[in-house]
């Protein structure tokens, strides 16, 4: 009976969004309302879960979620996504391109949402193009294969954020292990992109050239536009490898110092600083609207993973795991599970968003159930629902819109090109999740 609840409430977190276009926010506390009920939940336990789940959950990333919005919209404003970009294309150079391309969508889309990263590197892409003589559904497949990768794995992107969040696993760890598994995920989305690119047939519309909003130059050296993205990273890591229980630097003053600095919240305030540092010439009229902007952007992604931390807490009000008589003491089994539970998700909304925090919250009753309990164990449970969350991306999913509308493809071609790259990216992320359980 309480799985048919479970596969009931996941049916009208669906059909509620697809359907009659509810927003997630409502969807999910309805959600939350509805299976407290049938579950058996009285009025005032109900309350209390949403309560105390919602303030739970953000209690400890809901600034975290805003100051990476306001990095994001920092360095797109500032034109310092496409020096990013460009530093990496220097680096690897014009004869690997589609490479460098990939590489740079990773990157920028660590801070920014991956439709925002591909409309900014969209001219750059058609760009190197025509320079190469590579078709151009080459760099755009391989452009949309590395924003993705980082967009569902590595925080402070919000989905992974807001997972680490909700199953209370350690930021630092999902930070360390995203990047781990996410770099050979967007490889595989360039090898993708290069065998599939060079064999579709495609008739390119003919469409004026267009660069994009110019930003005029603001005297960013290129470590400049690295250092709001990269302090936070940094330091955040350093905390996680503090804290390891062998304390390699001891607990004295400088293990306080990291631990601080550490802090998600601490790290990305620090990155904040840094971002403000690059709008320095502009003036100050112009920028009075981008903080808004970031914290408008933030601001449903905030009440989204809170809502979802309360759908959660409602569910962990009963044993799930014991009513309906599930076992599993395999963490690869309970791995499985909740990749096959964001997969459904992802495929059915198309949101990778809502997939991820509808996924953390039914999986996070059931963590110990999966055997599912180090530190190490709760990250790559936030890094298999991402993977899942990105298996696959359709034509319900406004970023394969994005895609096939800024690169004049077909229909037809994206669904052969980015839907099966996504296909094969989420596979060879679940698949990384497994060996690393295996061997950590």
Known sequence: MVLLILLLVVLFIIVATIRFKMHPVFSLTIAAIVSGFLLGLSPNEIIKALGEGFGKTLSGIALVIAFGSVIGIYLEKTGSTKLLASSVLKLIGTKRSPLAINLAGYIVSIPVFC??????LSSLHKALSKKSGIPILVFA????MGLYAAHVFVPPTPGPLAAAAILDADLGMVLILGL???????????FWATFIGKSLKMEEKKTEETVGDEVED??????????????????????????????????????????????????????????????????????????????????VIVLITGTGGAFGAVLRTVDIASVI???????????????????????????????????????????????????????????????????????????FWVVSQFSNINVKNALRGHTLGSLIQGLTGIGIVLVLYAFL
Do not use: C
């Open 115 to 120: 439709d925002s990263g591909f409309i900014i």
């Open 141 to 144: 497949i391989s452009l949309s």
């Open 180 to 190: 781990v598994v996410s770099l050979p995920v967007s490889l595989s989305g360039y």
């Open 218 to 299: 603001l005297g960013i050296r290129p470590y400049m536009a690295f250092l709001p993205l990269l302090s936070p990273i940094v330091l955040i890591a350093l905390k996680s490898i503090v804290n390891y229980p062998t304390y390699p630097l001891g607990q004295g003053l400088v293990f306080k110092i990291v631990d601080f600095l550490g802090n998600p919240i601490i790290a990305l305030l620090i990155g904040v600083f840094f971002a403000f540092f690059l709008g320095r010439k502009v003036p100050s009229k112009e920028k009075t609207s981008w903080i808004p902007e970031a914290l408008k952007q933030a601001g």
């Open 325 to 399: 008589d599930l076992q599993s003491n395999s963490g690869l089994g309970g791995l499985l599970i909740t990749f096959v539970i964001a997969a459904v998700l992802k495929t059915a909304q198309g949101s990778s968003t809502v997939a991820i925090i509808t996924t953390a919250a039914i999986i996070a009753p059931l963590l110990d159930t999966f055997g599912l309990l180090t530190v190490t164990d709760k990250a790559l449970a936030v890094l298999a629902i991402g993977a899942g969350a990105m298996t696959v991306s359709h034509i319900n999913d406004s970023y």
